[in-house]
């Protein structure tokens, strides 16, 4: 039987002759700091396209025992989720000035269904890294290895928590168009020799803040 849980982490089904992605995934993206102005947190909220979620859903409802809700299967799913994208990091990588950071492991792992579309959403603890607000923060959100597009949700701003004077910019990608219908012709079982196949396809989101306001190191 087909894995729900493996279509979620890779390329979902072959590609097709057109150049375009396996999948879509709106980002959702919310930045937390504390009253010391050092980020603490990053909330990440995924909502997954409807064709795929339904095909995700047919997968995790046939797995269900008869006596078991949904609700209790998206929460137990959501937690295998979160312990298999952590060998992924997340999708997730992060920046402070030249330097990478470690992703931390993700918590609060929740999955829901909501008009058509499973929603995941997780919070990043970030305050061992000393991020403070006016620092160089970067960061990406990507499937290294498969072209998923993973986007900024255009209809919603990302969410700076507690920090007046700090807005995140968005610098969008632009790929070889070589490197694209490549892409497209990946199926599930391929590995691509690219390293960092879907960084090349990421947005990249930078903590911008207003130099008049109080940031203390």
Same mark, same amino acid.
């Given at each position: 039987m087909r894995s729900w849980l493996v279509l979620v982490l890779g390329l979902f089904l072959p590609a097709a002759a057109l150049a375009h992605p396996h999948a879509w995934i709106d980002l959702r993206v919310g930045l937390v700091f504390n009253d010391a102005g050092e980020l603490i947190r990053m909330n990440q909220s995924w909502r997954i396209d409807p064709t795929y979620s339904h095909m995700l859903l047919e997968d995790l409802t046939g797995q269900l025992d008869g006596d078991t809700d949904i609700d209790r299967a998206l929460e137990h799913a959501a937690e295998r989720m979160r312990e298999n994208l952590a060998g992924h990091?997340?999708?997730? *990588?992060?920046?402070? @000035?030249?330097?990478?950071? +470690? #992703? !931390?492991p993700a918590e609060n792992a929740r999955l829901t269904l909501e008009e058509r579309r499973l929603h995941l959403r997780f919070e990043i603890p970030l305050a061992?890294?000393?991020?403070?607000?006016?620092?160089?923060f970067t960061?990406? #959100?990507? +499937? !290294?290895?498969?072209?998923i597009e993973i986007l900024h949700d255009p209809d919603d701003i990302i969410f #700076?928590?507690?920090?007046? @004077? %700090? *807005?995140?910019?968005?610098?969008?990608p632009r790929p070889? !168009?070589?490197l694209t219908r490549y892409? &497209?012709?990946?199926e599930r079982q391929d590995r691509s020799p690219v390293d960092q196949l879907g960084r090349h396809f990421? *947005?990249? &989101?930078?903590?911008? %803040?207003d130099p008049g306001e109080d940031t203390p190191r």
């Open positions: 990091d997340y999708f997730t *990588e992060l920046s402070l @000035g030249d330097r990478d950071l +470690d #992703v !931390p061992d890294h000393d991020i403070m607000a006016g620092d160089a960061y990406r #959100v990507y +499937d !290294p290895e498969y072209w #700076v928590e507690n920090r007046p @004077g %700090c *807005e995140v910019t968005i610098t969008q070889d !168009p070589q892409a &497209a012709t990946l990421a *947005e990249t &989101a930078t903590l911008e %803040c």
